[in-house]
């Protein structure tokens, strides 16, 4: 039995598929100042100010492309 793409899974007796969209694009602090075209200053200033979205690997601070992309259209 050939699969589709995605992944099946069960879940209350009802099959669903699952898409997988391929690798997500993920940013430091310099890449998207950078991206931005601000200092990174800038971004940290953001980042204490809740204002930007972004998520911690470890001690490091980091940014999916595709918030960033919704966030600025959404602060223009």
Do not use: C
Not at 23 to 42: C, D, F, G, N, W
Not at 43 to 50: A, D, G, P
Request: proline share 4%; no cysteine.
């Amino acid at each position: 039995m050939a699969r589709s793409r995605g992944v099946q899974r069960k879940s209350d007796g009802a099959a669903k598929t699952t898409h997988y969209a391929g690798p997500i694009k993920v940013m430091t602090v310099r890449e998207v100042s950078a991206y931005l075209q601000v200092h990174p200053s800038t971004i940290y200033r953001l980042l204490k100010r809740h204002q930007i979205p972004a998520f911690h690997m470890g001690s490091d601070w980091r940014f999916n492309i595709e918030e960033i992309d919704r966030w600025r259209l959404a602060h223009r």
